[in-house]
């Protein structure tokens, strides 16, 4: 999801340089038919109207069919030509219901420099790496005067986006279930240990200054359970006993608003 994230921002800034008039609507649910479908970019011109669905593979892929391979492991991965086939079906299929007439172009961007597509074909919707400023560009230079037709489908477009997708799970966890403990922020290992005033990986050798770990381990708890009263000892057992209650109490005292008093004492 951050990978995808990145991808997006990543685009955004390209897409920022375009000129003249155009309509950019991102993150579309929409529904239609009684299925949903997501759109990353939808960029409004005069001449078409262009679905961009923003990928941030990293390394050597290649395809097979309708299979898309990572060339070192051979692992799988979704084919985003595939759904993007489906959205701009269902996309088509919305506008005859609007009874709107636009052309429509989709493409795969995908942004990442460090993405190579062997064998790549040339007669599906992919735009690589190395021709994303020219698609930028080609998009530039076409001439973009709207009208009310594209204002209008720009609006109806916003209307229908869907705030909630339906498909969309979270799994079900309680606090007992959880594995406590100081887990490292960049690979997630719970094999660390506290060295002096660091809190340093067991796996990967990442360090970091015991009050930042303190506080993103707070901030962790109070996303996952915002019910439970932020309170030294509750700090204290979901970091599993990493650092000394003192500590704990120090940054609780240092960074958040003291509530109550004596034994009852919580933050916020």
Same mark, same amino acid.
């Given at each position: 999801?951050?990978?995808?994230?990145?991808?997006?921002?990543?685009?955004?800034?390209?897409?920022?340089?375009?000129?003249?008039?155009?309509?950019?609507?991102?993150?579309?649910?929409?529904?239609?038919?009684?299925?949903?479908?997501?759109?990353?970019?939808?960029?409004?011109?005069?001449?078409?109207?262009?679905?961009?669905?923003? *990928?941030?593979?990293?390394?050597?892929?290649? +395809?097979?069919?309708?299979?898309?391979?990572?060339?070192?492991?051979?692992?799988?991965?979704?084919?985003?030509?595939?759904?993007? *086939?489906?959205?701009?079906?269902?996309?088509?299929?919305?506008?005859?219901?609007?009874?709107?007439?636009?052309?429509?172009?989709?493409?795969?961007?995908?942004?990442?420099?460090?993405?190579?597509?062997?064998?790549?074909? +040339?007669?599906?919707?992919?735009?690589?790496?190395?021709?994303?400023?020219?698609?930028?560009?080609?998009?530039?230079?076409?001439?973009?005067?709207?009208?009310?037709?594209?204002?209008?489908?720009?609006?109806?477009?916003?209307?229908?986006?869907?705030? *909630?997708?339906?498909?969309?799970?979270?799994?079900?966890?309680?606090?007992?279930?959880?594995?406590?403990?100081?887990?490292?922020?960049?690979?997630?290992?719970?094999?660390?240990?506290?060295?002096?005033?660091?809190?340093?990986?067991? *796996?990967?050798?990442?360090?970091?200054?015991?009050?930042?770990? +303190?506080?993103?381990?707070?901030?962790?708890?109070?996303?996952?359970?915002?019910?439970?009263? +932020?309170?030294?000892?509750?700090?204290?057992?979901?970091?599993?006993?990493?650092?000394?209650?003192?500590?704990?109490?120090?940054?609780?005292?240092?960074?958040?608003?003291?509530?109550?008093?004596?034994?009852?004492?919580?933050?916020?």
């Amino acid at each position: 999801m951050e990978k995808g994230y990145t991808g997006e921002l990543i685009f955004d800034r390209m897409t920022e340089s375009l000129s003249e008039e155009r309509y950019i609507i991102d993150d579309l649910l929409l529904q239609v038919n009684n299925s949903y479908f997501q759109l990353d970019k939808v960029i409004i011109s005069k001449d078409a109207v262009y679905l961009n669905d923003v *990928k941030y593979h990293e390394g050597d892929y290649y +395809i097979d069919g309708e299979k898309l391979l990572s060339v070192n492991s051979g692992r799988e991965q979704k084919n985003p030509v595939i759904q993007l *086939k489906r959205s701009e079906t269902l996309f088509r299929q919305l506008l005859q219901n609007l009874n709107m007439d636009h052309l429509v172009r989709a493409s795969a961007v995908f942004v990442n420099p460090e993405f190579t597509l062997y064998q790549a074909p +040339i007669d599906q919707p992919i735009i690589l790496p190395t021709q994303v400023k020219r698609f930028i560009k080609e998009l530039n230079n076409t001439p973009s005067a709207l009208d009310k037709s594209h204002q209008k489908l720009a609006q109806t477009l916003l209307s229908m986006h869907q705030t *909630k997708n339906p498909y969309s799970t979270f799994p079900n966890y309680k606090y007992e279930q959880l594995e406590k403990g100081m887990h490292c922020r960049e690979c997630g290992s719970l094999n660390t240990e506290v060295d002096h005033y660091d809190l340093v990986c067991g *796996k990967c050798g990442t360090h970091e200054r015991i009050e930042k770990a +303190i506080l993103r381990h707070i901030e962790e708890i109070k996303v996952l359970f915002p019910e439970i009263k +932020i309170t030294t000892q509750n700090i204290y057992d979901w970091c599993n006993g990493k650092v000394s209650k003192r500590t704990f109490l120090r940054v609780l005292k240092k960074n958040y608003k003291t509530v109550g008093k004596t034994k009852d004492v919580y933050f916020e």
